[in-house]
């Protein structure tokens, strides 16, 4: 399934709280040249201007929806569509900002100096990432793709995971580059008012999609209204009719030394 700015963005006061604790972290003061890789529709790329206002500050994605909303909502910004697993452009950049989107990439052990050779001496890498694979959102997803007429479809998706190397595994490889290391992890509650639906909701733009894509529609629907009432069972409403989404998020910044060679 293609990306979708639009679901995307229905929760996007809750998932830019995660951005905006990420980019108030990050220690490098002196700024030319930032950029948002994996900008979704640019609300990160907009909390980093924000935070930099003097930079060049440019985006890119590799959906082309994704991509259209970023330009749209900021005109003046660069905005390019490319991959980041092979985003050729080598920098220096004195902030390279990745918002909820390096869980999608593979091979981080590669991937992660790469990217940190890519900063000016000084620079930092700033990452966040959902760490919520155990929570009962993903658990059903993994359970209804398993049990359901559509799980000969799903084999290949039940078989592949993201990479997911946690604290110790983040901290061992960018320390070994010789970076400054600032890791963290945060759980925050959002309250979603339209109830446990408001849960399927949020995850159609995400989590969902790899499981929804290769469905056809009846498939999809049918998946769907599965996950759906597991749904209402584990993430009960309140007496007001809302639910409370725990969401685990994983966050670093490692910051390259400043006696490094550009």
Known sequence: MSWSAAQYTQFEAERSRPVLDLVAHIPTTLVRRAVDIGCGPGNSTEILKARFPAAQVTGMDSSEDMIAAARRRLPDVAFEIADI????????????????????VPDHETLLPVLLAKLSPGGSLAVQVPDNHDEPAHRLMREVAAEGPWAGALAGVLKSSGPRLGVDGYYRILRAQGATMDIWRTTYHHRLADGPKAVTEWFKSTGLRRYLGPLDEAEREGFLARYQAVIDKAYPPLPDGSVLLPFPRLFFIATRSGDDAA
């Open 85 to 104: 697993a092979n985003w050729a452009d080598p920098g220096p950049f004195d902030v390279i900002l990745s918002n909820a989107a390096l869980q999608w």
